[in-house]
Antibody, heavy 118, light 108 residues
Framework: QVQLKESGPGLVAPSQSLSITCTIS????????VHWVRQPPGKGLEWLVV???????TYNSALKSRLSISKDNSKSQVFLKMNSLQTDDTAMYYC????????????WGQGTTLTVSS | QIVLTQSPAIMSASLGERVTMTCTAS???????LHWYQQKPGSSPKLWIY???NLASGVPARFSGSGSGTSYSLTISSMEAEDAATYYC?????????FGSGTKLEIK
């Protein structure tokens, strides 16, 4: 079955950078795109970036300068890197499968919590 | 960017009551690219309704979606306890692929 699972450092100091990994199973990254979405505590969802099946990318322009997405198709992993972290980057970070433009994000990971604090 | 405004922000309904929540876009969104997600506390969002009116797998038939252009809605024909959750609309019409701020549905 389709699964996505995020993993990350948990706690990062302000101004530092981080990398979060989304490990997928049950489908191929060469056939589906994967998005990153975050949710600050008690708040709504914010779309960050997508890496498409062909490896091309689309970024939220508001965060583009601080984000980088990549993937390793052979390892079924997608990587999100974010630099210059601030306290308002504290959030749950989800990866989600792009089910199709008319289908939305059809599968989501459980999320990984990132806390930015000194 | 396309801003999605959901109303009400919080609502409560009695069991068996009909529930309607709305999602208004700041500019026109193709109905094929407007989706809804359900999220319960401590869980990740779940795709609930796609392309305005299509129920995702496993979603009860008491749910329905409608709309076009800038105005969309999600309706529950008869509220059940398991429907208590936050519902987010989401547009895939244009990047950035924004979400509404959510409607939190509680049991009265």
């Amino acid at each position: 079955q389709v699964q996505l699972k995020e993993s990350g450092p948990g706690l990062v100091a302000p101004s530092q950078s981080l990398s979060i990994t989304c490990t997928i199973s049950g489908f191929s990254l060469t056939s589906y795109g994967v998005h990153w979405v975050r949710q600050p505590p008690g708040k709504g969802l914010e779309w960050l970036v997508v890496i498409w099946s062909d490896g091309s990318t689309t970024y939220n322009s508001a965060l583009k300068s601080r984000l980088s997405i990549s993937k390793d198709n052979s390892k079924s992993q997608v990587f999100l890197k974010m630099n210059s972290l601030q306290t308002d980057d504290t959030a749950m970070y989800y990866c989600a499968r792009h089910g199709g433009i008319t289908t939305g994000f059809d599968y989501w990971g459980q999320g990984t919590t990132l806390t930015v604090s000194s | 960017q396309i801003v999605l405004t959901q109303s009400p922000a919080i609502m409560s309904a009695s069991l068996g009551e009909r529930v309607t929540m709305t999602c208004t876009a700041s500019s026109s969104v193709s109905s094929s690219y407007l989706h809804w997600y359900q999220q319960k506390p401590g869980s990740s969002p779940k795709l609930w309704i796609y392309s305005t009116s299509n129920l995702a797998s496993g979603v009860p038939a008491r749910f329905s979606g409608s709309g076009s252009g800038t105005s969309y809605s999600l309706t529950i024909s008869s509220m059940e306890a398991e429907d208590a959750a936050t519902y987010y609309c989401h547009q895939y019409h244009r990047s950035p692929f924004t979400f509404g701020s959510g409607t939190k549905l509680e049991i009265k």
